[in-house]
Every structure is written in structure tokens, then in C-alpha cells.
């Protein structure tokens, strides 16, 4: 069983998101702690369960979801995952070492696992973690609860956005809850019938061509 809990950090609104299983170790997914207050709620949840760092997963580059990455960095010395095509958006000059990721890439952190997605769109790099054992998805924001991410920055794709979702996520296990960086969780079931920027594909049952 992979055991959750989610923060809402910044001034975005950003959901950081802790994950582990079994053992005392743990990744945090998409570190948007910026003020002093959100470290220390961080820090006393870990403490409180138990709970070391392993390493960082970032969904994609924006400043949002990576404030607290050097400050994570620096208090545990962990390995930090991100997508290289993120690491070169002119306007995003990360100071901070990663490891880049590739498409159907596996990672195994303690007894986690997960499947790295490439979803092009939202950011040129932009990623899904799906742990296919439990049914669970970390997708940033390619992905929400009834919409998608935002794809009108100068590096954004829409259409990109829309193959990327219609192509490798949508057609997943309809029980995989996906949890976004912002907003309320959902499920690919959900999102697959009723999100409105999905129309006219969210026909249960229609054999749609992927073709945009």
C-alpha cells in the first residue's frame, strides 16, 4: 500500500506531495515550499511519522513546484528526478542537480515503484508518476480534476497537452486515482467521462483515433 499526504504550499497554491509504503523511507513529489512556515510543516510531518527522504520527483519545472528543491537538497543530500527538455525553459534557470528522465522509465526507491509518463505540453518536459500496483498517478499539471494545464506560455503546447493525456493517460485504468498539482483528486475514470476539455472523446466505450 502507498500511503499519501498532501500540502498546499506557495502563493499557487501548489500541492507538495509526500509518499511512501511500508518502510521509514519516502519521496516528495514536486517540493513547492518557499516560506519558512511551509518547511516547518513539512518537517514536523516527517518527524512526526518517522519518515526520511529518499529522493525528489518533480512533474515539471515551474518555479511553483520546485522552490524547496536546493533547501531539500542541501538538509538530506538526496537525488532529485526531473525531465531534461524542463531543465532548458529560458526562463527557468534551476540551480540545483538532477537526474534526468526518460519515457517508460522505472524507479525504485525502497519498496516504491514507480512508471515515468512523458506528457509534453504544459511544459516541454512534463511528467506522470503512475504506481500501477496501487493505482495511483502524480500528474502534475498535465492533468486535473474536470480540466488541464495551462498551455498558453511561450514554451506550452495545447495540442501537444491534449495527445499527450488522449494517448498515454486517459485510456489507463479507470481506477487509477490521479493526484494533481493543484485543485481536488479524481480518478482517470472520472476524467475520461466528464472532464469538458476531453469532449467529444469522453464516450465510455467509443474507439476514438487518436489522431488531433
Not at 18 to 26: E, K, L, M
Not at 131 to 160: C, K, P, V, W
Request: net charge negative; proline share 8%; hydrophobic share 35%.
Amino acid at each position: 500500500m502507498l500511503n499519501t499526504h498532501i500540502f498546499t504550499f506557495n502563493l499557487f497554491q501548489e500541492h507538495t506531495m509526500v509518499a511512501w509504503a511500508d518502510g521509514p523511507q519516502c519521496i516528495i513529489v514536486d517540493p513547492g515550499c518557499h516560506h519558512p512556515t511551509d518547511f516547518d510543516e513539512l518537517y514536523a510531518f516527517l518527524e512526526g511519522k518517522g519518515l526520511s527522504p529518499a529522493a525528489i520527483l518533480l512533474t515539471h519545472g515551474h518555479l511553483d513546484h520546485t522552490f524547496g528543491v536546493k533547501a531539500l537538497q542541501e538538509k538530506w543530500d538526496i537525488p532529485t528526478y526531473m525531465h531534461p527538455a524542463d531543465g532548458e525553459m529560458p526562463d527557468r534557470p534551476f540551480n540545483f542537480p538532477f537526474i534526468p528522465l526518460e519515457d517508460g522509465q522505472m524507479i525504485k526507491i525502497a519498496d516504491m515503484e514507480f512508471k515515468v509518463i512523458t506528457t509534453p505540453g504544459h511544459t516541454p518536459g512534463s511528467v506522470c508518476f503512475l504506481d500501477e500496483g496501487n493505482r495511483l498517478m502524480f500528474t502534475g499539471d498535465t492533468l486535473f480534476a474536470g480540466t488541464i494545464g495551462r498551455s498558453d506560455f511561450a514554451y506550452s503546447d495545447y495540442d501537444d497537452e491534449i495527445r499527450s493525456i488522449m494517448e498515454k493517460l486517459i485510456w489507463l485504468d479507470p481506477a487509477i486515482e490521479i493526484y494533481p498539482g493543484h485543485g481536488p483528486s479524481s480518478t482517470i475514470g472520472n476524467e475520461r467521462t466528464t472532464n469538458p476539455f476531453l469532449e467529444p472523446f469522453n464516450e465510455l466505450g467509443e474507439d476514438v483515433p487518436l489522431e488531433l
